[in-house]
């Protein structure tokens, strides 16, 4: 991809500082070659790896071994999640699967940490007893450190990807807490029975699952799934070996990569059901939402997601879309008015995401020059088999 790209970095995000803490590197970059200094950043995040992975070893080990306590409630746990750090898709496949879920008259929830939420101060403001009441609950267990997400509310208060899927399903509980134990004690002393979505969950081992949904991203190269800081790993892909279902994500954008994550995933999958999902096109709007014709070859694009590469990848090679410029944003990145000057500035319409929409509509003046690409997840393989699982739980 020829495009220009401009990479803004947010000082916030952990994983950047832990790779930038190794400017205490740039003495010996200024003394020695290039070729000496990347030898010595590679192997001083090699050294950080092998730290971070003995951690997550023994963590895991203490849970199986009960060293370290869970808990369970009194209803069916479903947790998607992944072994990297963001950009598998978990937010298109929650949204899949409650769309599902409601099809087949099934009541859920789905809890998340909620990324960069503030849940008690903006608790106080929120019309939370209202909420309640459209959403069928009472106030029974629900406390201070939990936030429920209201559709017609702000990303800055709720989060950009609570609040897309609370927008595309207004009638499911949506609870963001720190405590994901309590928000799921909080929904089991609700009067309906039914399943909670523990969203980002397969490392949130305090809280007991019935099952385990872990996605992988085939787009990546397997280099990705090397464990932090030396890659974007959580967990190596041997927990898989953990999960009830693996789902490969983005098979339709994936290169050459593909195949080699496939391979290595393949040695855990025994006993898990395996299935595949891609990225499809759903249509294109404006900020505003209006559907909208695009009339051009050639578009500039913005984000702040956690795998930009799968969206300039989808722009050119679904939409048939050559990219001109692109602005790269941290994930979940607050947009401001220097990101809005760079945009009227540049010539071209833009396109963006819808988790990025979220926050870039509040501005007027992108109107007509910002639009919005909007997809769904398709997934394949033994769906049957799932919704079997799942309907046993309920029982």
Known sequence: MSARVTIVRNEKNWVL???????????????????????????????????FSQGVSWRNWAYDNKVLPSW??????????????????????????????????????????????????????????????????????????????????????????????????????????PDRVNAARFLAAQRARRYVLLDDGFQHRRLQRDLDIVLVDVSQSLSHYSMLPLGMAREPLAALLRADVVVFTKTNLAQENGPCVRSVCKRYLSSSLVLESTVELQGIVDLKGNRAVLDVKRVNTVCGIANPKA?????????????????????????????????????????????????????EELQGKVFVVQTKMNVSGETDALFSRLDRLIR
């Open 17 to 51: 500082m832990t790779k930038e803490f190794l400017g205490v590197l740039s003495e010996v970059r200024r003394r020695t070659s290039q070729t000496a200094y990347a030898i010595s950043s590679q192997v001083a995040l090699g050294v950080l790896e092998k730290f």
């Open 72 to 177: 369970s409630v009194d209803l069916p746990v479903v947790s998607v999640g992944n072994v990297t750090v963001g950009g598998s898709g978990k937010s298109p496949f929650c949204d899949w699967l409650l769309t599902q879920m409601q099809a087949r008259g099934w009541n859920s929830a789905l809890i998340s940490r909620g990324y960069g939420v503030r849940v008690g101060r903006a608790n106080a403001d929120l019309p939370t007893q209202t909420l309640l009441k459209q959403l069928g609950l009472t106030s029974a267990g629900f406390c201070g450190n939990m936030l429920l997400v209201d559709p017609k509310g702000r990303p800055d208060v709720y989060g950009d990807e609570p609040l897309w899927l609370a927008r595309r399903h207004s009638s499911v509980p949506i609870v963001l807490s």
């Open 311 to 363: 969206f300039a990848i989808f722009v050119e090679r679904v939409l048939g879309l050559q990219i001109d410029h692109a602005l790269i944003l941290p994930d979940h990145f607050d947009y401001n008015q220097d990101q809005v000057r760079q945009i009227l500035e540049r010539e071209g319409i833009w396109l963006t995401t819808e988790k990025d929409a979220v926050k870039l509509s509040r501005f």
